[in-house]
């Protein structure tokens, strides 16, 4: 395969995830400033998917209105669902003759959507759930269309590399803002709801609660998203799937590249399976999160330089 | 007779050839889909049309407008109402185009090598080597199986009698095949069960063909030869066609930067290192394919890969330099062509053309330029054109005046009226203007031209200019099996 080829279905593939993911957090953090306006703030979604200094964020942070078309729709934010969507489908239309045409067409669907004019004023004016719910049911679309019609080559195994690294780099992020914003003093949030849409934000509440008796603990909830493997939103989850997806490109070819990337996969994934929830408390969650999030990072440019480095 | 409510505002011109109607009565060839399309209320040919837009739209068959920064999804217009050709015709076609080809694939190994056709005196030289498309970096290079043209997309048009002329031969990176095939599938969609109803020939073999014959051209005698598609990019209007032909063959669509030629070799950048590259279908000009032999500011090609072609380890498809011979002064003599290569007598017609470089016929246009139409030689896609019936005194003073600076970059034609063909027109059916480009293919097994061609249509009324740059659309073509 071209490794603008490669390059391109990763970064279609980011994007994607990123959306999606922007997309679950946005809605929740609405959702979550519903029930309390005054102790809601928008601060540290802004400074998750955006740009904005704190500066910025604070002046828009009670405005749930604003922030969402900033989020959404606003052309001058290159992080927005539109600007997002808008380089997925830029990647996707490039590589048409390496993702199947449904693929195609449901990027492009979805790209002339968030291009339509009532969705500003479903934001203005109407619910906003409804509106973010069409949209996140077109990363579902996307999602599923991707499982159904794609062979399991190459492009798929680029695909996923994009995916998982960036839903692991995210995952740590969600984690590292929530928790940073209580200083190291976890039981401070006895207030149950910060935990309940924290773990909504990532689609984890059904199975905590499952998983749990008792409420909600720092300990529990840094478990189950960092090192549950069968939880789809995990560090741990996002890991084993690099490794897996990143398997499928060995190759005779190019045996230093892949061992190359194949080492930092495998010692971040050893790191991960050889931790728990004690060692990491011990260690400092943030210093463990911000490694993780190097960690793939530099994953990430490994990838460039050994597969898509093309000029 | 006009009957319903959709054909009473048809009013042909008594000067054009229409395709629908004869003496006010509907030919046989359209008489089952005009009778089908008049059930159908304008309510539902309304919503028709409407699908036919919005299929467009979400399958991506569009081309990108870009204005004050921000970039604007637009369709290639698309009437639904197909125009219909019938078996006879197109075997008239087909073997005019067949023979025209095989003179003028003759003609560009004989100006690229021998020059018998300037030796006897049947060809000016000066009308070769002022070409600006022709290109001594072809001279004596035997392209593979002597063949030059393996894809062209030559525009015909009908006069008021009805007979097919040709218009234009497009021999180097004809567009608007992918066009041909969409139109079909949307028809499909809109009018269900129409199609086999009529006995339409099928016009899906295109892609398999074309891949049969870029497969073949392989230097390396492999198994499995890289056939690639190169594309100027994402932002050439043409970006759809070039990846959906990648697509229904199953080839790599490149850009210049994903190739690289070592010791003479092009090889593409893959996740796996480099692989080499047998037969090259580009859709990049002549003119921006190597930067080290022609523009040397050019960013679409591939450095050194003229070399890699002359060596023989590549094939380049189309070939090289073909542009001296779908030159709009060279097209005068294709009829001579025909008769000195192959001692036939033309089956197509072409328009009659006057040299502009020729004394006598220029001041001949210039006393007639009101029923003449001037081009430029070396333009295509209706740029750079005179239609003497529209334009003010003024301008014609001033196009003269450009003309005689530079005499041999232009040619005249008389107006042709081409014919007409019915266009679905806010609830009723009018007559547009139409042309007809069918694609033919060139292998080593001979020439093959799939049963259909892309139909391109003036919308504007009256109009008689069919670019998509001015203004044009095009239409589903049918090549009838009986």
């Given at each position: 395969m071209l490794s603008r080829v490669a390059d391109s279905l990763y970064w279609m593939s980011r994007y994607m995830e990123r959306c999606d993911g922007m997309l679950r957090m946005l809605k929740i953090n609405y959702a979550a400033s519903q029930d309390d306006m005054d102790e809601f703030s928008w601060v540290p979604a802004l400074k998750l998917f955006s740009y904005m200094d704190d500066q910025e964020a604070a002046a828009i942070s009670k405005n749930s209105r604003d922030?969402?078309?900033?989020?959404?729709?606003?052309?001058?934010?290159?992080?927005?669902?539109?600007?997002?969507?808008?380089?997925?489908?830029?990647?996707?239309?490039?590589?048409?003759?390496?993702?199947?045409?449904?693929?195609?067409?449901?990027?492009?669907?979805?790209?002339?959507?968030m291009r339509e004019e009532n969705i500003s004023d479903w934001l203005k004016k109407d619910d906003p759930i409804t509106i973010l719910d069409s949209l996140l049911k077109q990363c579902t679309v996307y999602f599923g269309t991707m499982d159904v019609t794609m062979a399991r080559g190459e492009s798929h195994a680029f695909i996923n590399l994009g995916k998982f690294l960036e839903r692991g780099v995210q995952t740590a992020d969600i984690l590292d803002v929530k928790f940073s914003a209580l200083d190291g003093e976890y039981d401070k949030a006895a207030d149950t709801t910060y935990w309940k849409y924290l773990l909504l934000s990532i689609s984890g509440l059904e199975l905590y609660l499952k998983t749990y008796r008792g409420g909600f603990e720092a300990a529990n909830i840094v478990e189950q998203s960092v090192l549950n493997g069968n939880f789809p939103r995990s560090i741990m989850y996002s890991v084993k799937n690099l490794r897996q997806y990143f398997e499928r490109l060995r190759s005779d070819k190019n045996y230093t590249s892949f061992n190359e990337v194949m080492f930092m996969i495998g010692k971040l994934e050893s790191k991960i399976k050889f931790s728990t929830t004690q060692t990491i408390v011990k260690e400092g969650l943030s210093k463990f999160l911000q490694e993780t999030k190097t960690d793939f990072l530099e994953i990430g440019n490994a990838l460039n330089k050994n597969y898509f480095a093309y000029s | 007779m006009h009957t319903s409510e959709l054909l009473q505002q048809y009013y042909v011109d008594s000067n054009t050839w229409d395709e629908m109607y004869r003496n006010d009565s509907v030919r046989e060839q359209y008489r089952s889909v005009v009778d089908f399309l008049q059930q159908l209320s304008i309510d539902e040919l309304n919503k028709k049309e409407d699908l036919a837009k919005r299929l467009f739209m979400s399958q991506g068959i569009t081309f990108t407008v870009y204005s004050s920064g921000e970039g604007v999804e637009k369709i290639f217009p698309f009437d639904i109402i197909p125009r219909i050709i019938t078996a006879a015709e197109w075997d008239h076609i087909e073997k005019g185009i067949k023979q025209r080809l095989k003179a003028l694939n003759l003609f560009l190994k004989d100006v690229y090598h021998n020059q018998f056709i300037l030796k006897d005196g049947v060809m000016p030289v000066d009308m070769v080597y002022s070409c600006p498309h022709y290109l001594r970096v072809m001279h004596n290079f035997p392209v593979p199986h002597d063949i030059y043209v393996h894809i062209s997309g030559i525009d015909l048009i009908r006069n008021s009698d009805g007979s097919f002329y040709i218009l234009e031969d497009n021999l180097r990176t004809p567009s608007g095949v992918s066009y041909m095939l969409e139109n079909r599938e949307i028809t499909k969609r809109i009018f269900p069960d129409l199609i086999p109803a009529n006995h339409v020939r099928s016009v899906t073999e295109y892609p398999t063909i074309l891949h049969k014959n870029l497969v073949?051209?392989?230097?390396?005698?492999?198994?499995?030869?890289?056939?690639?598609?190169?594309?100027?990019?994402?932002?050439?209007?043409?970006?759809?066609?070039?990846?959906?032909?990648?697509?229904?063959?199953?080839?790599?669509?490149?850009?210049?930067?994903?190739?690289?030629?070592?010791?003479?070799?092009?090889?593409?950048?893959?996740?796996?290192?480099?692989?080499?590259?047998?037969?090259?279908?580009?859709?990049?000009?002549?003119?921006?394919?190597?930067?080290?032999?022609?523009?040397?500011?050019?960013?679409?090609?591939?450095?050194?890969?003229?070399?890699?072609?002359?060596?023989?380890?590549?094939?380049?498809?189309?070939?090289?330099?073909?542009?001296?011979?779908?030159?709009?002064?060279?097209?005068?003599?294709?009829?001579?062509?025909?008769?000195?290569?192959?001692?036939?007598?033309?089956?197509?017609?072409?328009?009659?053309?006057?040299?502009?470089?020729?004394?006598?016929?220029?001041?001949?246009?210039?006393?007639?330029?009101?029923?003449?139409?001037?081009?430029?030689?070396?333009?295509?896609?209706?740029?750079?054109?005179?239609?003497?019936?529209?334009?003010?005194?003024?301008?014609?003073?001033?196009?003269?005046?450009?003309?005689?600076?530079?005499?041999?970059?232009?040619?005249?034609?008389?107006?042709?009226?081409?014919?007409?063909?019915?266009?679905?027109?806010?609830?009723?059916?009018?007559?547009?203007?139409?042309?007809?480009?069918?694609?033919?293919?060139?292998?080593?097994?001979?020439?093959?031209?799939?049963p259909g061609g892309l139909t391109r249509v003036a919308l504007r009324e009256g109009s008689l200019v069919v670019n998509s740059s001015q203004g044009g659309g095009s239409k589903d073509t049918w090549v009838l099996a009986v």
């Open positions: 922030v969402l078309l900033y989020m959404v729709i606003a052309k001058e934010n290159s992080n927005s669902v539109l600007n997002i969507v808008t380089k997925a489908r830029e990647n996707g239309r490039s590589v048409q003759d390496h993702i199947t045409k449904e693929m195609w067409q449901c990027l492009n669907d979805f790209y002339h959507m | 073949s051209l392989s230097p390396r005698q492999i198994a499995n030869p890289t056939v690639v598609l190169l594309t100027p990019g994402l932002y050439n209007s043409a970006y759809f066609e070039h990846t959906t032909l990648a697509r229904l063959m199953g080839v790599e669509l490149v850009e210049g930067r994903d190739l690289v030629v070592d010791n003479h070799k092009v090889f593409m950048k893959t996740t796996t290192g480099l692989q080499q590259v047998d037969v090259i279908y580009r859709r990049v000009d002549d003119e921006f394919l190597d930067p080290l032999i022609f523009n040397s500011n050019s960013l679409l090609g591939v450095s050194g890969i003229m070399n890699a072609y002359r060596k023989g380890n590549v094939a380049i498809v189309n070939a090289v330099g073909n542009g001296v011979a779908d030159d709009k002064a060279v097209y005068s003599y294709v009829p001579a062509m025909i008769r000195y290569y192959l001692n036939e007598e033309p089956i197509l017609k072409n328009v009659p053309t006057y040299q502009l470089a020729n004394k006598e016929k220029r001041e001949y246009v210039f006393s007639n330029i009101t029923n003449m139409v001037v081009k430029k030689t070396n333009e295509s896609g209706g740029y750079g054109m005179l239609m003497g019936n529209s334009t003010s005194e003024k301008e014609i003073e001033e196009y003269k005046a450009e003309i005689l600076k530079a005499p041999r970059q232009f040619i005249a034609q008389p107006i042709i009226s081409l014919s007409s063909s019915p266009c679905y027109m806010n609830g009723a059916l009018a007559p547009r203007r139409v042309d007809l480009r069918p694609y033919a293919l060139c292998g080593p097994d001979g020439i093959e031209i799939v």
